[in-house]
């Protein structure tokens, strides 16, 4: 639409000078060669005059055009990266922003913290096996959660995303267990004390276990202030050592002062540190390793280490300690402060650390009740560990992604802006989704309210002035150091599922007293961004058939692609029709739309705002004749989407000869026969169960017959591990969608996906209907199978896994996958 408004300007004809009152009077007779005689011309004084204003309403009119096309293309060009509203949502927010000032908001690292300010301090741990050095082989530096680390576990097995954290992080025999305590007074979120404490849990034969435990701190560049080290110097018989004692420092936002070091056990301790400057926070491990010394058989760091390029002021100071195990670092950060009541180290520490997990406890069994729904001690504690990762992981990031509209020829940076959120994953994901988000919110809103509505008001404080978010928030040096180049730019076409107002629902059915008592002044500010967010959808995504839906972002062009994917729906690569077009219709999005259009309903009579409109658009979207009219094909008996498709597709390899007159191979999708608009009911999945699992169909409707009768089929999608995320009968089942891209969304168990179906489960087995005592049955069935599952891959991998195998169960893709796997919890808990 907008292509063609544009068209319309540049080809809008420009007035003639007749019609501009100018019309030209006839010349006398011309010479043989078609000029004005001379005379005729230089003697007529009203000649001059006219020619003069011929020319000057030419320029006027062009002049006007030009400016109108420019300031047209300029005006939606910069659409994209301006803000809806420069009023913010979390200004509303009711989370104490001192209590969470400070956190372990660096999920991407095995242990780190920060503040919740644009530039802060930071401070996060390392470590290294010293006798891999020793042997000739580089160690591999831990700190970044990495998959390639090949740790046998790692993780939180509490953390109450306020207070304090505890983590177990298993590597080759070694146990090492990180705790956190905060202790909140005066401004700017008080004290903090972690511990880290090293333990051998698999002795080396022959030999003493030695590893050598790093910790530092550093400002970003933009950070203003400054960090100094406090050095004691110990010389023994082999050379002398500078111990780092503490790091002194200032910024802006902190005052004064000290982060305290203190060896509180240690075997044979050896000590180094460095003072040097690093490019970015994401240049962290390669300026230590860089440092590294090898001085009379021992690893040391060199101790000041000034900038050679730019001689700018030293930004990171780190300690180096190396001892045989057992090991305990203590490291207390500490504000100048007059408000301090006791410092929270030594046995202080052991004791808050006590109090603090048993009201964790005592906490996660009144919301959750686990123990009073029979569950063993073993399944308890995992999870905990389930939640405790996916609050433990909540991070904070600041930045300016890269987005791109069809108005601007290259990425043009958003406003630089913060995010408080989840993340799917530490080692893979450590950055915000969209999607995902809406999943975490569930059970984080019931453990803490305040702390979901913030982190909903930050998401939606990123929304254009089109009411667009985008789907994949990348912001900071440290995020965008863990995303391929490809999938860094974010477009303003590309949808993700609207899953935040499936949160506001969720929260409305759980927690409405809380939420009306504490948050309606938030809900008042945020209704607009609502209206504009659902308005998007509505009139970006819509299909070309009335209450049909699209999502964009496919390349109908490819033919790389097996079926091209569709990532803006977040199943990426499930089989859609095999040929992309504007005449698409995709069932998932359009039942997205019908519990979007009933959620605003709610939230507009909740605020007494008008709400009919969006309760017709329900009833029309939910309308079981109408649906079943654009989505049920009669041939399969199962709702599909509807497009250009053949099955007859396959992927074959070519041979080319390149340039050099070598021989090389490409493989390409080779189609067998003409496609056809069809529905793609030949694929049965995820997407066919859409109307279910957001409970659309009737109770008493024969499609939800069809339905329960095919969950329960292990030709399809039933296993004993959950629910497989495409049928084995579907011709695209468990292929590679090109030579290296494996099936994702093609098999696999997911277990959000089945989380929504047990969920409407639970639906239809407590309403009324012929069909509610087998809903009832798969229910039980579906519930135990999944915590079984999940809960003996974790025993056996020390992984929550992104999704699981559908043959024998075991976990596949990154790891861990704290998000929303961890909704695990929450099918235990039966709360849905």
Known sequence: MLKKEEKKIRNRKQKSPEAAGNRQPKPSKTNKHGQLPRDSVSTSSERNNWHTSLFYNLVVVVSVAAVAVIAYVGFKSTRVNTPFSHDKLVDWSKLDKQEYYWGTYRPGLYFGTKTRVPYSLVTGMMWYPQDM??????????????????????????????????????????????????????????????????????????????????????????????????????????????????????????????????????????????????????????????????????????????????????????????????????????RESQNRKEKITGDNFNKMLETHEKEFDDKFERIFKLKEKGFSNARIKFAKLAFSNMIGSVGYFYGSPQVQSEHTQKPVPYWKAPLFTGVPSRSFFPRGFLWDEGFHGMLLSHWNLDLEMDIISHWFDLMNVEGWIPREMILGDEALAKVPEEFVVQFNANANPPTFLMTLNYILEHRREEFQTRHLDLLEKLYPRLQAWYDWYNTT????????????????????????????????????????????????????????????????????????????????????????????????????????????????????????????????????????????????????????????????????????????????????????????????????????????????????????????????????????????????????????????????????????GDNEGEGKGSHPFTGWSSLVVLIMAELY
């Open 133 to 334: 050095w020793l042997l000739g082989l580089e160690p591999r530096m831990r700190h970044w959660c990495d998959q390639n680390d090949n740790l046998e576990r790692y993780g939180w097995l509490k953390h109450d995303g306020k207070n304090f954290g505890v983590q177990e992080i298993v590597d080759k025999g070694t146990l090492i267990r990180t705790s956190f305590i905060k202790n909140i007074h005066g401004n700017n979120g008080g004290d903090w004390t972690a511990h880290i404490n090293v333990t051998e849990i698999k002795p080396l034969p022959q030999q003493k276990r030695r590893i050598t435990l790093l910790y530092y701190a550093a400002i970003e560049n933009r950070t203003m202030g400054e960090i100094k080290p406090t050095i004691d110097q110990v010389i023994d018989g082999k050379y002398s050592e500078s111990r780092l004692v503490s790091i002194d420092g200032r910024t802006e936002e902190l005052g004064f002062f000290k982060i305290n070091f203190s060896t509180l056990k240690g075997k044979d301790v050896q000590y180094s540190y460095l003072s040097t400057y690093a490019s970015s926070l994401s240049e962290l491990t390669e300026t230590v390793l860089h440092g590294l010394r090898s001085v009379k058989g021992s690893i040391i760091l060199p101790g000041e280490a000034r900038n050679p390029v730019n001689n700018q002021e030293n930004n990171l100071i780190v300690t180096h300690i190396t001892a045989d195990l057992p090991l305990e670092l203590e490291v207390s950060f500490e």
């Open 541 to 804: 995504q819509k299909g070309e058939q009335p209450s049909s839906y699209r999502w964009r972002g496919r390349n109908p062009n490819t033919n790389k692609e097996l079926n091209p994917k569709t990532l803006t729906s977040g199943l990426d690569d499930y089989p859609r029709a095999s040929h992309p077009s504007k005449d698409e219709r995709h069932v998932d999005l359009r039942c997205w739309m019908a519990m979007a259009s009933k959620v605003m309903a709610t939230v507009s009579d909740i605020l007494q705002k008008p709400s009919q409109k969006y309760m017709d658009t329900y009833e029309y979207l939910a309308d079981n004749r109408l649906l079943n009219e654009l989505h049920w094909s009669s041939r399969a008996e199962r709702y599909s989407d509807f497009g250009l498709h053949t099955d007859k597709i396959q992927m074959k390899k070519i041979k080319k000869i390149n340039r050099n007159n070598q021989e090389t191979f490409e493989t390409i999708r080779e189609q067998l026969e003409d496609p056809k608009e069809q529905f793609v009911d030949s694929n049965f999945g995820y997407v066919s169960l859409f109307p279910f699992i957001l409970r659309l169909v009737e109770p008493d409707s024969p499609q939800l017959q069809k339905i329960l009768q095919d969950l329960k089929n292990p030709d399809l999608l039933w296993t004993d591990m959950g629910l497989r995320s495409l049928a084995k009968s579907s011709p695209i089942y468990n292929k590679y969608n090109t030579e290296h891209d494996p099936p994702y969304w093609r098999g696999p168990i997911w277990i959000n996906m089945n989380y929504l179906t047990v969920a409407a489960l639970h639906h239809y087995s407590m309403v009324d209907g012929p069909y509610q005592a087998k809903a009832r049955m798969i229910y039980s069935q579906l519930r135990k199978n999944l915590i079984d599952n999940i809960f003996k891959q974790y025993k056996r991998t020390g992984y929550i896994w992104e999704n699981y």
